[in-house]
């Protein structure tokens, strides 16, 4: 069975940065992509970043520009790295893993979810 363990949240000011880590392990863990999701209280989970079976990079639009992903293959990890935080990119964010083909950002793809870290980013 694969897990997901995600780190890096924390409080940090608006305009600050950080960066979130997700370790895959357990099972075939290396047979999975590993993509960024993010919660906000009150609202819907939303997809914020992934890294497609070609390497290529996708987005939702709000992190265009201010969040980057990336993926250790050795370590089994991905990171997203958020810059220029804002108030509203408050939220829990998770990382979950789905098979290389499977459709990038819908519910269905995802066969595992890490138990999220937290950011908060005061005003």
């Known amino acids: 069975q694969v897990q997901l363990v995600e780190s890096g949240g924390g409080l940090v000011q608006a305009g600050g940065s950080l960066r979130l880590a997700c370790i895959a392990s357990?099972?075939?863990?290396?047979?999975?992509?590993m993509d960024w999701f993010r919660q906000a209280p009150g609202k819907e989970r939303e997809f914020v970043a992934a890294?497609?079976?070609?390497?290529?990079?996708e987005y939702g639009a709000f992190a265009k520009g201010r969040f980057t992903i990336s993926r250790d293959s050795a370590k089994n990890t991905v990171y997203l790295q958020m810059n220029t935080l804002k108030p509203e990119d408050t939220a829990v964010y998770y990382c979950?893993?789905?098979?290389?083909?499977?459709?990038?950002?819908?519910?269905?793809?995802?066969?595992?979810w890490g138990q999220g870290t937290a950011v908060t980013v005061s005003s």
């Open positions: 979950a893993a789905r098979t290389p083909l499977s459709r990038i950002g819908s519910m269905r793809s995802y066969d595992v």
């Open positions: 357990g099972g075939t863990s290396s047979s999975y992509l």
């Open positions: 890294i497609t079976w070609s390497g290529g990079l």
